[in-house]
């Protein structure tokens, strides 16, 4: 299966591991599974920390390099990706996750994520 994180799983797989469901690690460890981060996560990361929040205290730039030396797959933004998130309902106005939800959908892949919002759009989206 091809998986998406959302920014916190993200976050979560690799710095405190612990705060991951079970369920969300074992589907983030399987190795049948391609998991995927998105560049918007990395914009996400970039511009929260940039904002002093202390949940995102993260340095975008090695934060993706880790990611790729863990076998993550990245997924850049195009086009359709805009177009999607712009036709999305407005379950959930932050425009990081409404871009997830878009690229989830263009990409054939199933977006997860531990935001009960994110989860309340139509499409590939599991709450873990």
């Known amino acids: 299966m091809k998986y998406c994180l959302d920014t916190h799983l993200v976050i979560w797989a690799v710095f405190p591991p612990e705060r991951l469901s079970p369920t969300a690690a074992a589907m983030i460890q399987n190795p049948q599974n391609t998991i995927y981060f998105s560049v918007i996560t990395l914009w996400e990361i970039a511009i929260k920390t940039a904002l002093g929040r202390a949940d995102f ?46 690229q989830a959908k263009v990409e054939g892949m199933t977006l997860l994520t531990a935001d009960t919002t994110i989860a309340k759009y139509p499409g590939p989206i599991q709450k873990v």
Do not use: C, T, W
């Open 57 to 102: 205290n993260v340095d975008a730039r090695s934060f993706r390099k880790q990611l790729l030396e863990n076998d993550y797959s990245e997924i850049l933004i195009d086009s359709e990706h805009a177009f999607v998130a712009a036709g999305l309902p407005l379950v959930h106005k932050d425009p990081f996750d409404r871009m997830l939800v878009a």
